[in-house]
């Protein structure tokens, strides 16, 4: 596809089980954001990859987050026994680069609610 | 402290009026760029206007148009002849250059919603 694709765009999960959320970038793109979103608030920076550097982790909100990116493309955020404050929408983004003035694209997200 | 700060939860515009939503940001890093993104009820973050910091002018796209204070450290998004599609979610975001070092990071506020009505 043509822009960002994220999968699945809905996720309920009991407390305690893991979940795995994926992000297809566009293609050519290097760099891939994760950002966290609740409820009517801002987004929250969770983890950055670009090209084949180490990726940026600052974000994450515990040990129980964790994120791939294979080959440069597909990656894969993963949130090991969910919590209820892990209910939110987790949106990817993609850029040509990490410049100061590349904008990013974002995908429709993933809505997560952790019953 | 926060990065950007918008002040105005919600907002409320009048059909083909324009409307100013108001964004300030905090930095002590000389290069860095402001974004503008739009996010409607169907949840996709929309670009719409960039601004960097050397800039001379301010940005323009359409409609939308950036009003850049500098010194203010203030980058308050102009929406012209406002449309009933132009109601949405409206997020601030800034990058900063970290010297040079930048990871494209985006720093969002917490958003304003804007209202158009007929």
């Known amino acids: 596809g043509a822009g960002v694709s994220q999968s699945p765009s809905n996720k309920v999960t009991e407390k305690g089980k893991d979940v795995e959320l994926r992000c297809d970038p566009i293609s050519g793109h290097t760099a891939l954001y994760w950002y966290r979103q609740s409820l009517g608030q801002g987004l929250e920076f969770l983890i950055y990859?670009?090209?084949?550097?180490?990726?940026?982790k600052s974000g994450l909100p515990s040990d129980r987050f964790s994120a791939e990116r294979t080959g440069g493309s597909v990656s894969t955020l993963t949130i090991q026994r969910t919590q209820q404050e892990d209910s939110a929408v987790y949106l990817c983004?993609?850029?040509?680069?990490?410049?100061?003035?590349?904008?990013?694209?974002f995908g429709q997200g993933t809505r997560l609610t952790v019953v | 402290a926060q990065k950007i700060t918008q002040t105005q939860p919600g907002m409320f515009v009048q059909e083909k009026e324009a409307v100013t939503l108001d964004c300030t940001y905090d930095t002590s890093d000389p290069s860095y760029g402001l974004f503008w993104y739009k996010q409607p009820s169907s949840g996709e973050m929309i670009f719409l206007i960039y601004q960097g910091s050397y800039d001379q002018q301010n940005a323009t796209e359409g409609r939308y148009s950036l009003n850049f204070q500098k010194a203010r450290k203030s980058a308050n998004l102009v929406i012209s002849a406002s449309q009933l599609g132009d109601s949405a979610m409206y997020f601030c975001?800034?990058?900063?250059?970290?010297?040079?070092?930048?990871?494209?990071?985006?720093?969002f506020g917490q958003g304003t919603i804007l209202t158009v009505h007929p």
């Open positions: 990859f670009q090209g084949n550097s180490a990726p940026d």
């Open positions: 983004a993609s850029s040509l680069w990490a410049g100061l003035n590349t904008e990013a694209f």
């Open positions: 975001a800034m990058k900063e250059d970290a010297g040079g070092t930048s990871y494209g990071k985006l720093t």
